[in-house]
T-cell receptor, first 108, second 113 residues
């Protein structure tokens, strides 16, 4: 069993739809990251959170430490949101364990 | 703009060769982590360097080695390349303080033929 699991693996949506990507983990963590990876490889950090909820523009991330679960929400999705979204958990100072990612495609 | 740079962008090597990948960390960061991302997979932790010392290693063989320099830039060296080493290699820098984020470079795509 992977220590970090994401669902769904692939997601397609129409522009404007509300998107939810889920992440479950099985290890004790100090923080959880949501990352965005576009074709070509570069990774951008969207959120780092250890409790509660964070919001940045149309993106919202929540975490439930007791349930070891986090969600990333995208409101009013847009084709430029098309990317791979990766959940990663931080353990042992700065080391990260990554999920396999959720590939999102938003069509106009 | 993360400030983390990697070179080269792309690289093609043949099996058995050796390769060196480079990473310049963001200004002020003293920790560099290296990750391998195979096609369609999430990144896997290779190792981390903090103040020029290895500070943890993932499940990678000894032919994967690294260095961190006094300016905190870093190199990843892979000897005796195998076909399965073909991947995107990512470095991430951070300031080793609890709660600090890692900033990722654009990656080096290595193809082993």
């Amino acid at each position: 069993k992977n220590e970090v699991e994401q669902s769904p693996q692939n997601l397609t949506a129409q522009e404007g739809e509300f998107i939810t990507i889920n992440c479950s983990y099985s290890v004790g963590i100090s923080a959880l990251h949501w990352l965005q990876q576009h074709p070509g490889g570069g990774i951008v950090s969207l959120f780092m959170l250890s409790s509660g909820k964070k919001k940045h523009g149309r993106l919202i991330a929540t975490i439930n430490i007791q349930e070891k679960h986090s969600s990333l929400h995208i409101t009013a999705s847009h084709p430029r949101d098309s990317a791979v979204y990766i959940c990663a958990v931080r353990w042992d100072t700065d080391k990260l364990i990554f999920g396999t990612g959720t590939r999102l495609q938003v069509f106009p | 703009e993360t400030g983390v740079t990697q070179s080269p962008t792309h690289l093609i090597k043949t099996r058995g060769q050796q390769v060196t990948l480079r990473c310049s960390s963001q200004s002020g960061h003293n920790t560099v982590s290296w990750y391998q991302q195979a096609l369609g997979q999430g990144p896997q932790f290779i190792f981390q360097y903090y103040r020029e010392e290895e500070n943890g290693r993932g499940n990678f063989p000894p032919r994967f080695s690294g260095l961190q320099f006094p300016n905190y830039s870093s190199e990843l060296n892979v000897n005796a390349l195998e076909l399965d080493d073909s991947a995107l290699y990512l470095c991430a820098s951070s300031l080793r303080v609890r709660g600090n984020e890692q900033y990722f470079g654009p990656g080096t795509r290595l193809t082993v033929t």
